[in-house]
């Protein structure tokens, strides 16, 4: 139950973050500026769907490492935290500044700053997630483990050549 229970919401936080990143994007590439105010306010309102995911998923995945010293779950912990700080720090505030200042009509210059910081942040947040997915299929054996002596980045194995 405990592992089904960290799979959705894992997912839901994973999905909500994307849902957001690409909204914001698409919205600000073909949206007007009162379908931008709209999106950054259902992004706000959304923050209550993602914050008790995210809260969830953490919770249920450090219960379930435990003590591990498991070498995975060390970097799982280690990037969660890494997204943790990132949310806390740089996403909740920039989406009610964002919120306020689209609300305002003040879709200007430094609302593009902000919202391009907001969205790297959102990217760093979504590879490192991603990254856990994967970590989290290996551990479970749904995912095979890269062969001894070869590496994620390793080009020979993803196709692309050496420069």
Do not use: C
């Not at 953490?58 to 990132?86: C, E, H, L, N």
């Not at 990217?123 to 001894?148: C, E, H, K, Q, Y």
């Amino acid at each position: 139950m405990l592992k089904r229970l960290h799979l959705i919401a894992a997912a839901t936080g994973f999905a909500t973050i994307l849902v957001f990143w690409l909204s914001a994007v698409l919205t600000e590439l073909f949206g007007s500026p009162d379908q931008v105010a709209n999106v950054r306010r259902v992004i706000l309102w959304g923050l209550l769907v993602l914050v008790p995911a995210l809260v969830v998923a953490g919770a249920t995945g450090s219960s379930m490492a435990g003590a591990s010293t498991d070498p995975r779950i060390t970097a799982k912990k280690r990037r969660m935290a890494f997204v943790a700080a990132i949310g806390l720090l740089l996403l909740v505030p920039a989406a009610f500044y964002l919120d306020r200042l689209a609300s305002g009509g003040k879709v200007d210059a430094l609302f593009h700053l902000a919202q391009t910081a907001e969205l790297a942040a959102g990217a760093v947040s979504l590879v490192l997630m991603s990254r856990n997915v994967r970590d989290g299929l290996r551990i479970s054996g749904r995912l095979a483990t890269p062969a001894a002596g070869s590496t994620d980045n390793d080009p020979s194995v993803h196709g692309r050549r050496q420069a």
